[in-house]
C-alpha cells in the first residue's frame, strides 16, 4: 500500500476520475481518496510511480508520499 499527494482534485467528479483510472490499470486495486486532504492511498500491485503518471495523465500533480 502506498500513498500519493494529489493537487486540483476540486469535486467529485475528480474523485470519481481518479479512482477510475486507478482500476483501469488494476481491476483489483483498493483506493481510497480524502479529497479535502488531497490523499490517495492505493493498495495495488501496480509499481507506486505507474499509478502517480495515470493520475498526472489526467492533468493532476500527483507525488508519492514519502
Known amino acids: 500500500m502506498f500513498a500519493l499527494q494529489v493537487s486540483g482534485m476540486g469535486c467529485g ?7 477510475k ?3 483501469a490499470v488494476d481491476e483489483t486495486a483498493k483506493v481510497e481518496i480524502d479529497r479535502a ?5 492505493v493498495d495495488s500491485q501496480e509499481p507506486a ?6 493520475i498526472q495523465d489526467l492533468g ?4 508519492v508520499s514519502p
Not at 467528479?13 to 479512482?19: P, Q, T
Not at 493532476?60 to 507525488?63: F, L, R, V
Open 37 to 41: 486532504a488531497g490523499k490517495v492511498s
Open 21 to 23: 483510472a486507478i482500476q
Open 60 to 63: 493532476y500533480t500527483a507525488q
Open 13 to 19: 467528479s475528480c474523485v470519481s476520475k481518479i479512482k
Open 49 to 54: 510511480e505507474s499509478i502517480r503518471k495515470v
